[in-house]
């Protein structure tokens, strides 16, 4: 995903954010870095999480409708202060959002930090956006939703500074309700509205290439890497 700084412009103004939503084509941005191998994000949770809407359409890649809606918020021309490692997918990454936010009128500038140096930036809000990725923990979206979107959760909605009383609402109903077709709703809700107002910018659903010996028999990894040993044997 590609976190935007909420603090402060451009990407406190919304237009600006859908703008940059809009100019980014994460089918190409997927294929690209990970050969294929991804699934472009549609929503601001995981993949893997219980209740993602994979329904949910996204936010379409559209560079005429971006460069509108930048135009209109008056951002156009703001230079971008993109935080980028020096990981490879972290570079690339980074590469290829400069170019598709030039192509509708920001002005981007990629930033090379250490990882720790990474962290305390955007710990501070003192960057305007920066290509990053995270899962979660667990299939149920609860601790998801607290660490990414929640403004009132203790983590900044992981640094972008989002909040909306709305969806923090929300996230409180969905760790007390029990009727699990009830919560499907919740979050979905959630989702919808993180997505359309750009808390984040969804780009892909990385896969977990993972290497082990062939002596290994039935060990798996789930969606939130965690190892499971129930069935693993070790063969001679």
Not at 60 to 88: C, F, W
Request: aromatic share 8%.
């Amino acid at each position: 995903m590609t976190l935007l700084n909420h603090k402060r412009e451009p990407f406190s103004n919304l237009k600006a954010r859908q703008a940059a939503s809009m100019a980014i084509d994460n089918k190409a941005i997927a294929a690209a870095i990970t050969r294929g191998y991804a699934e472009p994000a549609n929503t601001t949770l995981p993949g893997s999480v219980d209740f993602h809407d994979k329904d949910y359409p996204g936010i379409p890649h559209e560079p005429a409708k971006a460069k509108e809606l930048l135009a209109e918020s008056g951002m156009a021309g703001r230079e971008v202060k993109i935080l980028a490692t020096a990981d490879a997918p972290a570079q690339q990454t980074a590469l290829l959002i400069q170019a598709q936010w030039q192509a509708i009128g920001l002005k981007p500038v990629i930033v090379n930090v250490d990882g720790a140096a990474w962290w305390d930036a955007t710990g501070k809000g003192d960057y305007d956006a920066a290509a990053n990725w995270w899962y979660n923990e667990t299939l149920d979206p609860d601790l998801a939703v607290r660490w990414a979107v929640c403004g009132s959760c203790g983590s900044n909605s992981y640094n972008t500074f989002y909040a909306n009383a709305k969806v923090d609402a929300l996230v409180e109903q969905g760790a007390k309700e029990a009727d699990q077709a009830k919560r499907a709703e919740i979050y979905k809700k959630i989702q919808k509205i993180t997505t359309e107002e750009v808390a984040q910018i969804p780009l892909y659903y990385a896969p977990n290439a993972v290497a082990y010996s062939k002596r290994l028999q039935g060990l798996k990894l789930t969606p939130s890497l965690q190892w499971t040993l129930e069935e693993t044997s070790i063969v001679p």
